[in-house]
């Protein structure tokens, strides 16, 4: 049976939770697996669960029985899914292979589809989009570019660990700069993971992290387009930003993307467009 006649939308596969981690109240990963096409390190995909007749039982069970009434209300296929993007935090080169996929997620207690995933647990089913996709990929970074600046909100540090896990990535830069924001100590998540691929790369990689909520040792505070206008984030890597080498991922929290933008301009950095090389390229969250 296909998917479309076991009530499945087109571009969506059936997948199962096969791990979950819970790193506090509202950050939690998901690994799933899933029959998807071949991804690159850094794309996204969709993540999706049926919803509306489920609401409906819920908040209206009224309308929901009234609904159900109509023969037609039963097809399958007229069943509804949510679905949002979530990026992919492992290589597709990794073990399992790439239909083993690991998310990264933040629970947003006002959101429609998030605090649904947080209730999944392994062995739970879930959908996945078949195709992923996504620009902010190894593939893109113009050749000129000699230092990668990675720098991520949240949890937009998964796609950064999926680049940086990729094969022969130590070959590839003459240094690689890891800048992750957060709010507060509890949401630096897969920090050993960090430290492992620091060791990995034997001085190649810097991870610079930052806690915009709490002054923690170790650890720069503030947010990264004044860390970075302050000359702390070239401090903190020692590595000088440099316009014919250096190359910017900016990801995350759209606030972020847009103000580090103006701040990359004002030192003097172009954003990059496939007609035209640039030293920064960016992706939004929401
Ligand atoms: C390319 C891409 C990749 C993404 N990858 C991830 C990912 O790996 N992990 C992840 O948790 N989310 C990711 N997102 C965000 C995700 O798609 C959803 O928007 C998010 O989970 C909220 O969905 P929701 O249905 O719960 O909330 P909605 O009902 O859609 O409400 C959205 C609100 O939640 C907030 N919000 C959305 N995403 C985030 C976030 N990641 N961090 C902080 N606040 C947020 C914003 O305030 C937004 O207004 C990605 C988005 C895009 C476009
Ligand atoms: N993580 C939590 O403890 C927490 C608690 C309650 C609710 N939530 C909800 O969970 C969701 C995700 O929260 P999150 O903490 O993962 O993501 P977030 O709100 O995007 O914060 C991540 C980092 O981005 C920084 N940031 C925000 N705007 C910026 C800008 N314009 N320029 C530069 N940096 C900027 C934040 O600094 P600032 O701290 O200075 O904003 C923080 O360091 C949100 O929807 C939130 O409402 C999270």
């Known amino acids: 049976m296909d998917n ?22 509202q950050l939690f990963s998901l690994h799933v697996h899933a029959p998807v096409s071949p991804y690159l390190a850094g794309q996204f995909t969709k993540l999706a669960l049926p919803l509306v007749n489920e609401q409906l039982r819920l908040t209206e069970p009224a309308i929901a029985t ?8 039963s097809n399958p296929e007229r069943q509804e ?18 239909q083993h996929l690991e998310f990264l997620i933040v ?27 996504g620009f902010m990929t190894l593939e893109e970074i113009p050749p000129a570019a000699k230092d990668l600046w990675m720098l991520a909100t949240g949890t937009a540090i998964g796609p950064f660990i999926a680049m940086l896990e990729t094969p022969h990535m130590a070959d590839k ?3 690689i700069i890891l800048v992750r924001a957060v709010r507060t100590q509890q949401d630096l998540t897969y920090q050993s993971r ?4 620091v060791h990995q790369f034997q001085g ?50 759209p606030a972020m993307v847009r103000d580090t933008s103006e701040a990359l301009k004002q030192i003097g950095l172009t954003k990059h467009l496939r ?3 640039g030293q920064f390229s960016s992706e939004n969250y929401w």
């Open 194 to 197: 960090i430290a492992q691929l």
């Open 66 to 73: 009234e609904y159900a009434a109509f023969p037609e209300n």
């Open 4 to 25: 479309v006649s076991q009530g499945i939308p087109h571009g969506l596969v059936q997948g199962k939770v096969t791990k979950k981690i819970e790193w506090n109240d």
């Open 275 to 277: 007609r035209q090389a």
């Open 204 to 253: 190649k990689l810097r991870y610079v992290p930052i806690i915009s909520r709490e002054s923690i040792t170790g650890t720069l505070r503030g947010r990264i387009p004044t860390l970075l206008l302050r000359g702390e984030l070239e401090h903190a890597s020692s590595i000088a930003i440099d316009q014919q080498h250096s190359f910017f991922y900016l990801c995350g929290n």
């Open 107 to 133: 629970k947003d207690a006002s959101g429609q589809l998030s605090p649904k995933l947080h209730e999944l647990n392994t062995h739970d089913e879930i959908f996945v989009g078949k195709e992923p996709s």
């Open 173 to 175: 830069f003459a240094n």
């Open 81 to 98: 899914y949510v679905r949002r993007a979530y990026s992919m935090v492992n290589s597709p080169s990794h073990a399992l292979g790439h």
